[in-house]
């Protein structure tokens, strides 16, 4: 032992045992803006041709993509196991969930 304070690297903390958090970046804010409107556009593509219910882009994009969040946060915690088989029935799930 050399007498000083572990330095906290790797554990999320400083050296007064505060937890870090990571601001976005403005590259990480871009590209964040970017996701959206891709998804926005696809959205109301899909609105347009029909393909997708036409609800406000807002739920299409909690419908689609809420319960994946919320399926691999259970996952994560060991809450509901997850195989190939299941996440392929719950993502189809998501789909039909928005699809005409």
Known sequence: MTGRKPSGRG???NEEGFRLTKLPSARTAFLDQAKKNIFEEL???GIAYRIVKDLKIT?????????R???TRDHLLGLAPLDEDAVSKCLEACWDSIKR
């Open 59 to 67: 739920n299409l994009f909690s419908l689609a993509f809420g319960p």
């Open 43 to 45: 959205f109301r593509e």
């Open 11 to 13: 554990t999320g903390k």
């Open 69 to 71: 969040i919320f399926l």
